[in-house]
Every structure is written in C-alpha cells, then in structure tokens.
Nanobody, 126 residues
Framework: QVQLVESGGGLVQAGETLRLSCAAS????????MGWFRQAPGKEREFVAA????????IYADSVKGRFTISRDNAESTVSLQMISLEPEDTAVYYC???????????????????WGQGTQVTVSS
C-alpha cells in the first residue's frame, strides 16, 4: 500500500549537518503520520522523530531533541530529517516508516508502524 525509499545518508564529521529524505509512492501519503527510526550495530531499532499527517505536531527522542528536525511535503510525498550537530553516537542505519493506518497519532513504538523503507546509512566520524 505504501512504499518508502530513503536517501541522503553518508559520511560526515562530528558537528556537521546532514539531511535525509524519504519518498513515498502512495497516493494517500498525506493521510499517514510518519516516523524516523535508527539502528546502530548491535543495538535495537530506536525511535528518532515523528510527524502527523498534516505536519502540525512533531515528537522527538530526547537524544536528538534540539538537533534534529522532521518535516514533510505532502505535495511531493516526502518526509525529511534535518540533522545538525551530528555526533558519533548518531551513527546508524536510518529508516523512515508510516503508521499502520491513516490519521493515527504517531508514537515512538515500532509496533505502531506498518510500512518501512530500506534504510540509509549515516556515519559520523570524529
């Protein structure tokens, strides 16, 4: 129903900026809350940020609050994650995800999301 493709990952130095993008193929993209998750080697997937269908509300993990900004462009069917002041601890594969049903308020629980992208690697060196 929903197909997601992430892009924008890469290798950066600590303190630098990176912007991730996620393109959705579904015509009803604007009906779904979206989230970003990340998974580092040897660790479980963790919540990063989420945004409601209209972009009116956003939530962030404490670890990225103040540094990362999630946004969406429903006309282009994309959701983005602007990451500033990157730290080595931010190194992970980043995934975008859509909630399991339309018009559901997002949370930080992976179980709330049914559609996932393939992931994009972010590596932060010092």
């Amino acid at each position: 129903q929903v197909q997601l493709v992430e892009s924008g990952g890469g290798l950066v130095q600590a303190g630098e900026t990176l912007r991730l993008s996620c393109a959705a193929s579904g015509r009803t993209f604007s009906n779904y809350a979206m989230g970003w998750f990340r998974q580092a080697p040897g660790k479980e997937r963790e919540f990063v940020a989420a945004i409601t269908w209209s972009g009116g509300s956003k939530i962030y993990a404490d670890s990225v609050k103040g540094r990362f900004t999630i946004s969406r462009d429903n006309a282009e069917s994309t959701v983005s994650l602007q990451m500033i002041s990157l730290e080595p601890e931010d190194t992970a594969v980043y995934y975008c995800a859509a909630m399991k049903a339309p018009y559901i308020f997002p949370s930080g629980e992976t179980s709330g999301y049914a559609y996932w992208g393939q992931g994009t690697q972010v590596t932060v060196s010092s």
